[in-house]
């Protein structure tokens, strides 16, 4: 298990975003509809592990297997389809990690994310409860892997 790292809100974040998403429209050109920044770095203010996420919604679900393969050969690692049609790829670049999920247009877990991160963006009070929540789940990761340590040495 590795330790869940919440840091304060960056503003570099949307920077960051900005210039994946434009390697990520050259990479895949005509196959990309949009290229969202989702997860926590995406809500201004927010504390969120120091990864970018976005997804990348393909124009149809024709030219997904193309677009993995565009991928797939880039500087990304591919995890594959976690089971919402939105197949997983990952790049660590100077201190970040980037997180890209490329789905097709009408896929249902792209929605919700959109829904959660615009709720957040819109409810300061709703996302500072998140942060505090984030903080307390990754403290007890830590307590709960440092015991998982300390009983391994007897």
């Not at 590795?2 to 895949?28: C, G, H, K, Q």
């Not at 997860?39 to 976005?54: C, E, F, Q, R, W």
């Amino acid at each position: 298990m590795r330790a869940i790292n919440v840091v304060d809100y960056d503003p570099s974040w949307p920077r960051l975003f900005a210039e994946i998403s434009t390697e990520v429209a050259a990479l895949l050109g005509s196959f990309v509809l949009s290229i969202d920044h989702i997860g926590s770095t995406s809500v201004p203010g927010l504390a969120a592990k120091p990864k970018i996420d976005l997804d990348v919604v393909a124009i149809s679900d024709d030219v997904l297997p193309a677009a993995i393969d565009a991928v797939s050969a880039a500087d990304f690692v591919f995890h594959g389809d976690r089971g919402e049609e939105r197949w997983a790829f990952t790049r660590d670049h100077d201190g970040y990690g980037f997180k890209l999920f490329l789905c097709g247009p009408a896929n249902r877990a792209h929605r919700e994310r959109l829904l959660f991160r615009d709720y957040l963006r819109d409810h300061p009070q709703r996302a500072t409860a998140y942060a505090e929540l984030k903080r307390r789940l990754a403290a007890e990761a830590f307590v709960s892997e440092t015991l998982r340590l300390a009983r391994l040495r007897r």
